[in-house]
């Protein structure tokens, strides 16, 4: 049973996803790399910033929260990137997380282009 209003957002479902996957992912990665720390951060970054985005009464201030949250999905995907390069995952593990972020700053873009309608993304 969804309690909260950004539960209902197939963003947040999504994002959710993403932090899931991610977590399994990071579980194969050395914490004294880098990219893992930030990926980490990066990913919880999203959900976190939709719901508090969601739950804001200004459109602006929504999309504020919106902008933060797909700025942490593009970061997420370059840290996939870094982790291929410095041969942490492969490239083919990095292209699967980069399908669900593609997915998650899609549904970003339009919740922010529907909230600011003149707003360029």
């Known amino acids: 049973m969804k309690q909260f209003d950004h539960e209902k957002l197939c963003v947040y479902q999504q994002s959710i996803r993403f932090v899931a996957w991610a977590t399994d992912l990071l579980e194969s990665i050395p ?3 880098a990219a893992h720390g930030q990926h980490d951060r990066a990913s919880t970054s999203v959900p976190l910033n939709i ?5 804001k ?3 602006k201030d929504r999309c504020k929260f919106f902008d933060t949250a797909r700025g942490s ?3 997420c995907a370059a840290c996939l990137d870094v982790l291929v390069a410095k ?3 492969t490239f083919d593990t990095a292209e699967s997380g980069k399908a669900v972020l593609t997915e998650v700053v899609s549904m970003l873009v339009s919740l922010i282009r529907s909230n600011s309608p003149d707003r360029e993304v």
């Not at 719901?51 to 739950?55: C, H, L």
């Open 87 to 89: 041969r942490n995952i």
């Open 51 to 55: 719901a508090e985005g969601n739950g």
């Open 31 to 33: 914490k004294s790399i």
């Open 73 to 75: 999905a593009l970061e």
């Open 57 to 59: 009464s200004s459109a």
